[in-house]
């Protein structure tokens, strides 16, 4: 079975710049997650779709940060303009929509992007 | 804010069992108890979960104390394969996870 996918893998910009990430999630999988990882942090959830609807995106900061997920399947997260504080790795992951009343929540992550703002 | 605190770091010999502890006082009665690792430029993985009873899976076993304020996750002969930071997350049904910074393991040769 396939993983989740992410391009780029690395990514340097200057500060202002814009830069995008996308996410294939595994196929089936309902639901779609953007993390934010700071070096020496946990991950920090940005946005959660569930198809191609937004569930939460509380903790995005949306007037730099956008992302949409057409067709419910592929996601792309854009940063506009960047700044240096945007340094970190961006995660995305996918679930299965969990059975009414089961505890079974298994989340599975891409490798991340690697963004380097200068 | 996450609702578990875990050492910040801890060392354990290869061949041996990891005890990794977890505090999570506050939890309440409908909330289960997940481990995650992340491995070193991989993103995190799922390795366990539990409600009340102690769990065991080809990965690792959960170990739950019964008043649920703490848990231990243990793996049972470390490899060096197994040095990554471990996660310890509290939730309830229809939550989102909240990572907290985790315990960097190291397994030494």
């Known amino acids: 079975e396939a993983g989740v996918a992410q391009s780029p893998r690395y990514k340097i910009i200057e500060k202002r710049q814009s830069v995008a990430f996308w996410c294939n999630p595994i196929s089936g999988h309902a639901t779609l997650y953007w993390y934010q990882q700071i070096l020496g942090q946990g991950p920090k959830l940005l946005i959660q779709?569930?198809?191609?609807?937004?569930?939460?995106d509380s903790q995005l900061p949306k007037d730099r940060f956008s992302a949409e997920r057409l067709k419910g399947v592929d996601s792309t997260l854009k940063i506009q303009p960047a700044k240096l504080e945007d340094s970190a790795v961006y995660l995305c992951?996918?679930?299965?929509?969990?059975?009414?009343?089961?505890?079974?929540?298994?989340?599975?992550f891409g490798p991340g992007t690697r963004l380097t703002v200068l | 804010d996450a609702k578990t605190t875990q050492p910040p770091s801890m060392d354990c010999a290869e061949g041996r069992a990891a005890n990794l502890p977890c505090n999570h006082s506050?939890?309440?009665?409908?909330?289960?108890v997940y481990w995650y690792r992340q491995i070193h430029s991989q993103g995190p993985q799922y390795i366990i979960h539990g409600l009340k009873n102690n769990e065991t899976n080809e990965m690792a076993s959960l170990i739950i104390t019964e008043d649920r304020k703490s848990s231990t996750l243990i793996l049972p002969h470390a490899t060096l394969r197994d040095t990554a930071v471990y996660y310890c997350?509290?939730?309830?049904?229809?939550?989102?996870?909240?990572f907290g910074p985790g315990t960097r393991l190291s397994v030494l040769p």
């Open positions: 506050t939890i309440s009665g409908n909330e289960y």
């Open positions: 992951a996918s679930s299965q929509t969990p059975d009414r009343g089961s505890s079974y929540n298994e989340q599975f």
């Open positions: 997350i509290v939730i309830n049904y229809g939550q989102n996870f909240v």
């Open positions: 779709f569930q198809n191609n609807g937004v569930v939460d």
